[in-house]
């Protein structure tokens, strides 16, 4: 029944012309993917294709934030950090997977989603707890929860060898940003493509900043314009795909290089910052994978990332800082899935990460970490019964040192092992699969970063990792049909408890007002509900509308220190920027090749910090966003047009306190296919 959505739903996405019972339509190229019946326990949520396309978002942290149960930390404009949180538990808890291999930031653990475009992107899919498929790396395993980048691979028509996409987009805050993608076919088992891009923006836009005592009048209420929020990137991309009997491989090379402008914190009247941040990100990697009998399959995957990030603040008033800090990643991994039975698969996967870091900074540690996982996982299938357990064993060895000026006074050297098992269960009560329950139970645990644990004056090197307890029970309940006024639909209900233990936070250290130390001493714990739906549907001849509604409800209590209960106290308060009630609509109309595409964002009340008192409360904000597009076409060629209305009334709001985000903003975009 899953195929069958799918088919139905993209399928019934193409544009076919109109045609009698004896006219021979050729359509675009339907791709399905059979799976086993076990392969989807815990079913992601997915961004793909014609819908990820009409989103009007610009990278990949803008399309995620219409998944269910997500949090954006975003700091405004075209170049601002933009990282993501999943049910409350951190964003270190977030495994980002770009074509089946992690992205790995060893310094601070975060990934910017802003510098990830979506031109080059065919599919986003979110899942809670991991992948339901176990034949995957080991890494696959240690996360609470994985967002999975798929890039395009090229796919050619009518015997064609080769397919050139150019783009050039231009709106708000000045900005250009052209793109470019070429595929080109060698032989039946061989393709390469080229992917560039440039992004231009002076990141100015007007913002209207208010502020009101805690009895409610107005502190004051000004308009302004945000500066410093400009950036220069090129982003550019490079990847063979090949086949083999029973197999397949790609290596891809990537690189990205910015300067951006770092707007900062509107505090103290200052409106204007000139911090300055550079990024220089390269990897190289690849995967082979290969099935050597119907009983055993092999999978290998490597990579190299070398990063260098520079930032600067020559404001001599609060602290004159220069650092530079380059990090370096080795990845190899190894899976392998055997078949025992029809219905039962077993995978071992072993992988080895070295991950190294150097900075300007004086009496730096220059730490070194060395990370061996070894996971085992199974999946049993047993008529409408479906079960998936794994177990994930890590050893880790940091090596750093202690420094008095230039001298190294001692070389340390310590070692973690940790083992984190999980279970998940699924159960179609009916025969005609329409309904489904599932559930999870599952462990795992984020080591602390190198900034954590070594930065100068603030890491401390004594921290435990950080844990997450996570139980998950939800129902999905899907249908499809060829005929009628409802072509699909699919409903999906999830409630879900986490413990955070051992919470790594930044404490004042006792060595002035101005010390502060990473510590081990918080504790959070999260409930909440997810709700999805999403329906396909066809209101008349030639028109498709395709609707996506999520909504959350989540609690995330501060349960640190139960002494902490006065007025500005903050044991049961909820934790800084989670909103008890969020939610997005996303709609597309399609009529022949016009449609036109709405999408809709909220975020409830919340608190800035967990002390839940009304000097720290944040007001409710949401966006409308509007688009529409138009492809003209001759013979193989096409253009499409675009303009999109983002922000339709104006609001303005802050993400994070401080940071205003743009008001009304237009974009234009031309799309040359040749």
């Not at 396309?53 to 990949?60: D, T």
């Not at 089946?100 to 080059?120: M, P, T, Y």
């Not at 409800?553 to 106290?569: E, K």
């Amino acid at each position: 029944m899953l195929v069958a959505l799918w088919v139905a739903a993209t399928a019934w996405g193409q544009d076919v012309p109109e045609a009698t019972l004896d006219t021979v339509v050729a359509i675009d190229e339907v791709v399905v993917w059979g799976i086993k019946p076990f392969s989807e326990v815990i079913p992601a949520q997915r961004l793909s294709g014609v819908q990820l396309e009409a989103l009007g978002s610009h990278n990949v942290a803008d399309a995620i934030r219409y998944f269910a149960g997500i949090q954006l930390k975003d700091y405004g404009g075209v170049g601002g950090i933009k990282t993501v949180d999943m049910r409350s538990m951190g964003s270190n808890h977030m495994g980002v997977f770009y074509d089946g291999i992690q992205l790995g930031n060893a310094q601070n653990g975060q990934i910017d989603l802003g510098k990830f475009s979506l031109d080059n992107i065919d599919e986003i899919a979110l899942y809670t707890g991991q992948r339901s498929d176990i034949f995957q790396p080991a890494r696959d395993f240690g996360n609470a929860g994985t967002i999975y980048l798929k890039t395009k691979r090229p796919r050619f028509k009518d015997g064609r060898r080769d397919n050139l996409d150019v783009t050039v987009r231009t709106g708000s805050f000045g900005l250009f940003n052209p793109s470019a993608r070429w595929e080109h076919k060698l032989g039946e088992r061989l393709s390469f493509s080229l992917n560039g891009e440039l992004t231009l923006a002076n990141g100015k836009y007007h913002f209207r900043y208010r502020r009101r005592f805690s009895d409610g009048t107005p502190a004051w209420d000004t308009t302004a314009v945000r500066h410093n929020g400009d950036i220069q990137a090129l982003r550019l991309e490079g990847a063979v795909f090949g086949s083999t009997q029973g197999g397949s491989w790609n290596a891809k090379v990537y690189y990205y290089d910015s300067e951006r402008g770092i707007p900062g914190a509107i505090v103290n009247n200052v409106w204007l910052n000139s911090q300055r941040q550079w990024d220089r990100n390269f990897f190289v990697q690849g995967t082979w994978r290969q099935r050597v009998s119907d009983r055993y399959e092999t999978m290998f995957n490597a990579k190299y990332a070398r990063d260098r990030m520079r930032y600067v603040n020559p404001d001599t008033t609060l602290l004159l800082l220069d650092n530079t800090f380059h990090q370096n990643e080795l990845y190899l991994s190894t899976a392998n899935k055997v078949t025992l039975m029809p219905d039962w698969d077993l995978n071992l996967a072993v992988d080895y990460k070295w991950n190294s870091l150097d900075a300007t900074l004086d009496n730096f540690a220059t730490p070194t970490r060395h990370t061996t996982l070894a996971a085992i996982a199974t999946a049993w299938a047993w008529r409408g019964l479906k079960a998936q357990a794994s177990g994930l064993l890590t050893l880790i060895n940091d090596r750093h040192v202690t420094r008095r000026a230039e001298d190294i006074v001692a070389s340390h050297n310590k070692w973690w092992t940790k083992f984190t098992p999980a279970l998940f269960v699924s159960y179609q009560p009916f025969a005609a699969h329409d309904l489904n329950v599932r559930a999870f139970a599952k462990r795992i645990f984020r080591m602390p970063t190198f900034n954590d644990l070594y930065y100068t004056d603030i890491g401390n090197a004594t921290l435990r990792p950080e844990y997450v307890t996570q139980y998950n029970v939800g129902v999905q309940y899907q249908r499809a049909s060829a005929r009628g006024f409802l072509a699909a639909l699919k409903l999906t209900a999830d409630a879900y408890y986490n413990h955070v233990t051992d919470k790594i936070i930044a404490v004042p250290s006792g060595r002035g007002q101005y010390r502060w130390m990473m510590m081990n001493i918080g504790k959070v714990e999260i409930r909440g509900i997810d709700l999805t739906a999403r329906a396909a549907l066809r209101p008349a001849r030639e028109v498709e509308l395709d609707l996506n509604v999520n909504y959350t409800y989540q609690t995330a209590r501060d349960m640190t220190d139960p002494t902490d209960t006065g007025y500005g106290g903050t044991y049961r308060g909820q934790i800084a920027y989670v909103p008890w009630h969020s939610g997005s609509v996303v709609g597309q109309l399609t009529w022949r090749r016009l449609g036109v595409n709405y999408s809709f964002i909220y975020v409830g009340e919340r608190y800035h910090v967990s002390a839940n008192i009304p000097a720290n409360h944040e007001q409710p904000w949401y966006t409308h966003d509007l688009g529409a597009h138009y492809t003209f076409v001759w013979g193989r060629h096409a253009l499409k047009v675009a303009a999109e209305v983002n922000n339709v009334f104006n609001q303005q709001y802050d993400v994070i306190l401080n940071f205003p985000m743009p008001g009304r903003n237009y974009r234009l975009t031309l799309k040359w296919t040749l």
